[in-house]
T-cell receptor, first 114, second 112 residues
Framework: SQTIHQWPATLVQPVGSPLSLECTVE??????LYWYRQAAGRGLQLLFY??????ISSEVPQNLSASRPQDRQFILSSKKLLLSDSGFYLC?????????????FGDGTRLSIL | QKEVEQNSGPLSVPEGAIASLNCTYS??????FFWYRQYSGKSPELIMS????GDKEDGRFTAQLNKASQYVSLLIRDSQPSDSATYLC????????????FGPGTRLSVLP
């Protein structure tokens, strides 16, 4: 069966520091991968999605970037964090071949910026 | 612009009652519809998928889809306090992963 791993679970970072969040998927090949952010009490905001290695689409222009160095690895990065980057970051995957399948989420990373 | 709308709630129902959660979407070409449950502080988990008009039942959950009215709903029978969560409606317009749109969610509270 497929599983998705996301780490770390919680992170406290000072303003201006860099960020690297990692997500890996097991048990499937060529998945679609997604990064979402959820502010407290708010809905899901799609940040990036990827349909293959090195293929990244950005939904929201900001100081975050994403990379997909391997088929089942998705990384969210920032060079300098802002206070507004606080939130719950979720990685998700869906089967790449069939477009009608649901997304499945990792456990998320709760990021607090001080 | 693709939109998915839900009442934010909170929707409060007594234990044992039927909870009815509603969702409307704007893209008439939408093909796939999903309901997720999100407990406070946790990630969303998939509870139902529906692709055709009509009802689909899974245990205490029933999803209903009406493409002509661009409306999808989730019924929870015999509601339990453990069903208290935020329920997210998601729509995949035209079956491309990047067209997956989530609604803002409805917060459900089941009162013992």
């Amino acid at each position: 069966s497929q599983t998705i791993h996301q780490w770390p679970a919680t992170l406290v970072q000072p303003v201006g520091s860099p960020l690297s969040l990692e997500c890996t998927v097991e048990g499937t090949s060529n998945p679609n991968l997604y990064w979402y952010r959820q502010a407290a009490g708010r809905g899901l905001q799609l940040l990036f999605y990827s349909v293959g290695i090195g293929q990244i689409s950005s939904e929201v222009p900001q100081n975050l970037s994403a990379s997909r160095p391997q088929d089942r690895q998705f990384i969210l990065s920032s060079k300098k964090l802002l206070l507004s980057d606080s939130g719950f970051y979720l990685c998700a995957w869906s089967p790449g071949v069939r477009g009608d399948q649901p997304q499945h989420f990792g456990d998320g990373t709760r990021l607090s910026i001080l | 612009q693709k939109e998915v709308e839900q009442n934010s709630g909170p929707l409060s129902v007594p234990e044992g009652a039927i909870a009815s959660l509603n969702c409307t979407y704007s893209d008439r070409g939408s093909q796939s519809f999903f309901w997720y449950r999100q407990y406070s502080g946790k990630s969303p988990e998939l509870i139902m998928s529906i692709y055709s008009n009509g009802d689909k039942e899974d245990g205490r959950f029933t999803a209903q889809l009406n493409k002509a009215s661009q409306y999808v709903s989730l019924l929870i029978r015999d509601s339990q306090p453990s069903d208290s969560a935020t329920y997210l409606c998601a729509v995949n317009a035209r079956n491309y992963g990047q067209n997956f749109v989530f609604g803002p969610g409805t917060r459900l509270s089941v009162l013992p």
